[in-house]
């Protein structure tokens, strides 16, 4: 079974402030995704990182996928309150995304 | 109108009642999953289907089955549920293709089993 350790679990910051969100495994696979869910609602994709080392950036959020394909990080710029949610991983170990491992989540608060 | 449905939206039932979530989307997508999602354990897999005569388990499919009616619908039922089933229960789909193609996720099915 591949599983997904995300850390920290929970994250309350000030506005303005920097954090990152790590994503880790021992096991490797072939794409990793980043959603964002808000209390009651479903995940929402923000971003697919593909090739070990790949850096992407969406506005403030900087996402980068591991060398070996084994972890990811998220580092988000400048918090706003509006980047409050879950933050999840998920791993596609098949290639195909035909299945998502994801991994257990980070909450965080971004206040005043 | 949301693309993908579930409902009910919130349910409280007894132990040992048969419960049945349904999920109906408008997406088009062939691949469609069950979710649940418990404090600190993300999400995990129940079951899946790539297509209306498809079903395979997901990691924690024990005491769940389901139904793919139609290429828009997918069903989860709990046959005789107990506490422990207590949690957020999402539906998502999938388009065919190529490695890295997104789920979109209904906003979920909140299930209370006292």
């Known amino acids: 079974t591949q599983l997904l350790e995300q850390s920290p679990q929970f994250l309350s910051i000030q506005e303005g402030e920097n954090l990152t969100v790590y994503c880790n495994s021992s096991?490797?696979?072939?794409?990793l995704q980043w959603y964002r869910q808000e209390p009651g609602e479903g995940p929402v994709l923000l971003v697919t990182v593909v090739t070990g080392g790949e850096v992407k950036k969406l506005k403030r959020l900087t996402f980068q996928f591991g060398d070996a394909r084994k972890d990811s990080s998220l580092h988000i710029t400048a918090a706003q309150p509006g980047d409050t949610g879950l933050y999840l991983c998920?791993?596609?170990?098949?290639?195909?995304?035909?299945?998502?491992?994801f991994g257990t989540g980070t909450r965080l608060q971004v206040t005043l | 109108d949301a693309d993908v449905t579930q409902t009910p939206r919130n349910r409280i039932t007894k132990t040992g009642k048969r419960i049945m979530l349904e999920c109906s989307q408008t997406k088009g997508h062939d691949r469609m999953y069950w979710y649940r999602q418990d404090p600190g354990l993300g999400l995990r897999l129940i079951y899946y289907s790539f297509d209306v005569k498809d079903i395979n388990k997901g990691e924690i499919s024990d005491g769940y089955s389901v139904s793919r009616q139609a290429q828009a619908k997918f069903s989860l039922s709990l046959e005789s549920a107990i506490p422990n089933q207590t949690a957020l229960y999402f539906c998502?789909?999938?388009?065919?293709?190529?490695?890295?193609?997104?789920?979109?996720f209904g906003d979920g099915t909140r299930l209370s089993i006292l």
């Open positions: 096991s490797v696979f072939s794409s």
């Open positions: 998920a791993g596609d170990g098949t290639g195909t995304a035909s299945k998502l491992t």
């Open positions: 998502a789909t999938s388009d065919y293709g190529s490695g890295n193609q997104p789920q979109h």
